[in-house]
RNA sequence: UGGGGUAUGGUGUAACGGUAGCACGACUGACUCUGGAUCAGUUAGUCUAGGUUCGAAUCCUAGUACCCCAGCCA
């Protein structure tokens, strides 16, 4: 077979190199660790992709694993929606199924006895010690960028009275915030995660998943490595600002190690894993913000109406938007993953959900803002059938009938009394092909004489150009328009989604103000447009091209009388880009 | 001002001392019953300054810019 040499990612590389030295078996196996204390975003899509990528192309393994130690934040409804956004994207965890959405579904809070017995060793160790100091001490004593922290008095504690205290933590003898366990150092080390840091704190707060079994919760960087550990991960890769955690991971790790052999002869018995973190640059995207927090604030304000309104970019919000897991797939694919700490162009997301809804979706015929046209020459009472092929890029997906009769609505747009130059579409005396139907020749504007404006179009239609088809004369015409048959037509809702700021990088703030303030106030626009026939049985989240206009999903707000759509992504419009020169050029002449 | 990272066309991403390539965008043109799609072409880049070398994006030295770290968050 002749294979191209692809080029590999940075983390490929490393992941090479262990199967070259064999430092973990040849074994691959990856994980996705949310926090559920939010809804995923697209830059968690990124991280799905990569992790569940990554044990695909090894032949290893990847688990979904709730980090759920902080039972203040953490709700049941965002591991339900963190669960359907990671299957409907597609990635595969050990133990999934079908009839059970959790199956299989690892929780950080299983460990939490795990991780008890491995503190209590470190106290034996001499390496951790209960400390009495408060919130506010502990971040007074920890010192500054360029001055070292100051020991806690209760640093030298004796092992067994860190033992006793530590067992009393766990019962409950002291309220919250009393108490913490730290591990014992550095406090001088420039790297702040080196200087004592704590490892669980007491917190009288019911666990989703434990409930009341606990009183004292670890924190992450104490259960995190170990999570990996104790599941085998080989490569825990996670983004950029756990760099400097890092150390502390493997410190950890390497502590509870003392004292351990690979054969378990060790006074403490045998040998914990040790994985590798690799840390990558997050995601950022132009036009939108990525952080949980102002996602959240977002929601709470009603500035969009819930966690996945189409303009978020939420994987849920993605998903009601009309996007394909294919998609979301290709692009986090396709921008790749290193250090260098990114900014996406939104149209490179746009590009991939177009180019796979250009390959699957049928096309309808939908006229947003109507303008009637009568075809003078056309028989009152008659009605054809046209014939419409429903995805040129797909012969298999058929054709239907579109009714074609004498008074038809038009894009208003598609018509100009005094068009410019290259303007392809309907004009007085101008002649245009009516996509599937006839060539149709411009006679008459009617206006009204009061305003006016325009209020319908007549026209004359040429037989000999039946289903569009260029006529034996040999006779050509530039432009196509779509339409729909006014007696025919079925009204829908539909909503057109434009990016929810307005500026590239919506953080960039004036001074006093708000991300707020740089939101686009036309992200979304209500239209009542006259679809064809044939889309009135569109079910829930079935996705059309809207001919010339851009991709659509059949939102769940649709009833059995009134569709609604939601516009994934325009086309693109060349024309538009014609349109915003030729001003350009007059103003400069 | 301590420590940890990162710098390649407009935006991303390759190169592992040997012709700076690819994708997206932008711009031309061809084709077209979607001003879509498709096809062809053009454009444009190694943070700076020195050094090593026959040869440097890559190695060395010194700078510069940006990101992360002082939660009992993750």
Excluded at 204 to 228: L, Q, R, S
Excluded at 403 to 419: G, H, L, Q, V
Excluded at 464 to 477: E, F, L, Q
Excluded at 555 to 563: E, F, G
């Amino acid at each position: 077979m002749a294979e191209e040499k692809s080029s590999r990612n940075f983390i490929q590389e490393i992941i090479d190199e262990h199967n070259r030295s064999g430092r973990f078996g040849r074994k691959v196996h990856t994980r996705f660790p949310p926090e559920p204390n939010g809804y995923l975003h697209i830059g968690h899509a990124k991280s799905i992709c990569l992790n569940h990528g990554l044990a695909v192309e090894y032949g290893g393994q990847f688990n979904l694993r709730f980090d759920d130690t902080n039972p203040e934040k953490e709700e049941q409804e965002y591991v339900n929606s963190i669960i359907e956004d990671v299957r409907w994207l597609g990635a595969k965890w050990q133990g999934l199924r079908d009839d059970d959405p959790q199956a299989g579904v690892i929780w950080s809070s299983n460990y939490f006895q795990q991780m008890y017995d491995w503190a209590v060793e470190l106290i034996r160790k001499g390496k951790a010690y209960v400390c009495d100091l408060s919130g506010e001490e502990v971040s007074r004593t920890r010192g500054t960028l360029t001055r070292p922290g100051t020991a806690s008095p209760y640093r030298d504690r004796s092992v067994e009275e860190n033992l006793d205290l530590f067992e009393r933590m766990r019962k409950g003898e002291f309220p919250d915030g009393s108490k913490t366990l730290r591990a014992k150092i550095d406090m001088n080390s420039p790297n702040f995660n080196l200087r004592d840091p704590i490892m669980y704190r007491i917190m009288h707060e019911t666990h989703h998943n434990t409930g009341d079994k606990w009183c004292i919760y670890p924190m992450y960087d104490w259960a995190h490595g170990f999570e990996d550990s104790i599941e085998g991960i080989t490569h825990s890769i996670c983004t950029l600002e756990f760099e400097n955690h890092r150390p502390l991971y493997d410190w950890f790790i390497n502590t509870v190690n003392e004292g351990r052999t690979d054969d378990g002869s060790g006074p403490w018995g045998r040998k914990i894993h040790h994985p590798q973190q690799i840390e990558f640059a997050r995601l950022n995207l132009t036009y939108t913000v990525m952080s949980k927090r102002l996602l959240l604030q977002l929601v709470k304000e009603g500035h969009v109406q819930g966690w996945d309104d189409p303009r978020m970019p939420t994987i849920s919000g993605f998903r009601r938007r009309g996007y394909t897991p294919e998609a979301i797939q290709n692009f986090c694919r396709d921008i790749g993953v290193a250090k260098f700490n990114s900014v996406i162009e939104m149209v490179r997301l746009e590009n991939a959900i177009r180019d796979h809804l250009n390959q699957i979706a049928q096309r309808r015929m939908v006229v947003m803002d109507p303008l009637k046209v009568v075809i003078t020459n056309y028989p009152a009472d008659q009605v054809e059938e046209m014939e419409a092929v429903n995805n040129p890029e797909d012969a298999s997906a058929g054709t239907r009938r579109v009714p074609f009769s004498r008074e038809i609505y038009i894009e208003r747009d598609d018509f100009m009394e005094n068009p410019p130059k290259k303007y392809f579409r309907l004009a007085p005396g101008a002649e245009v092909r009516l996509r599937y139907a006839y060539f149709v020749k411009c006679t008459d504007v009617v206006k009204d004489p009061a305003t006016g404006e325009i209020k319908e179009i007549h026209a004359t239609f040429d037989p000999a150009t039946r289903g569009g088809n260029n006529p034996p004369d040999g006779r050509k015409v530039k432009g196509t328009i779509h339409w729909v048959s006014a007696a025919h037509a079925r009204p829908i809702d539909v909503r057109l989604y434009d990016h929810l700021f307005n500026k590239e990088n919506p953080m960039e703030i004036p001074v006093g103000g708000s991300f707020l303030n740089n939101m686009n106030p036309n992200s979304l626009t209500l239209v009542n447009a006259l679809a064809e026939p044939a889309l009135a049985d569109a079910k829930m989240g079935e996705r059309f091209q809207f001919e010339r206009q851009g991709y659509f999903c059949v939102d769940r707000d649709s009833t059995a009388q009134r569709l609604v759509c939601n516009r994934t992504v325009t086309l693109k419009d060349t024309w538009s880009k014609i349109e915003a020169q030729t001003p350009l050029i007059i103003k400069g002449g």
